[in-house]
């Protein structure tokens, strides 16, 4: 709904068993009537997929190089219908490049990693490793951006996952403000499954 609300045509359902394959991209593009597409792979492991469907659809296909979906969705709001393909391609992968993306999920194995004892059931902050453990996901969340936070970071957005709801995600925010009032706190539902928090640092 993020992505559509930006004005992308055409979203492909995913996942962590349900990469999409390359038909399922050539569909997609074919799909919207331009001459020239864009694609926010929003994962590492698609952007091969992408690149691959460029060679097969009739459309001229520039791929993003997004791998996480705060990646893409700066990408999307950084597009500007006036500018050439040249200049978006640019100005996309800049706004993608220059997002921190963060995540909270739980443990679902026990498991000793990045200098961590993890146990089921911990919830888990990731920053390309694990950062933070914890029994709670807002305390997690909040260690996890504390780690990754710095003097040139002006926003903090975050997409709540579907096991989180409104009021515990309200409730971090108010600590968020609290903690960096010089900054600006956004909060979204992003319903997806296993992710407690993508969190994207501007």
Known sequence: NIFLELGVDAVIEGGQTMNPNVSDIIKAVDSVAADTVFVFPNNKNIIMVCEQAKELTENRLVVIATTEVPMGIAAAMN???????????????????????????????????????????????????????GDSANSVAMETISISIDDNIATVVIYYGEMVDESEANSLMTELQKAYPDKEIMMMSGGQPHYNYFIGLE
């Open 79 to 133: 597009f500007n219908p006036e500018d050439t393909v040249e200049e978006n391609t640019f100005n996309m992968q800049r706004a993608a490049e220059s997002v921190k993306c963060l995540e909270v999920t739980h443990a679902i194995r026990d498991t000793e990693m990045d200098g961590f004892n993890v146990h089921v059931g911990d919830f888990i902050g990731l920053a390309g490793g694990i950062v933070a453990v």
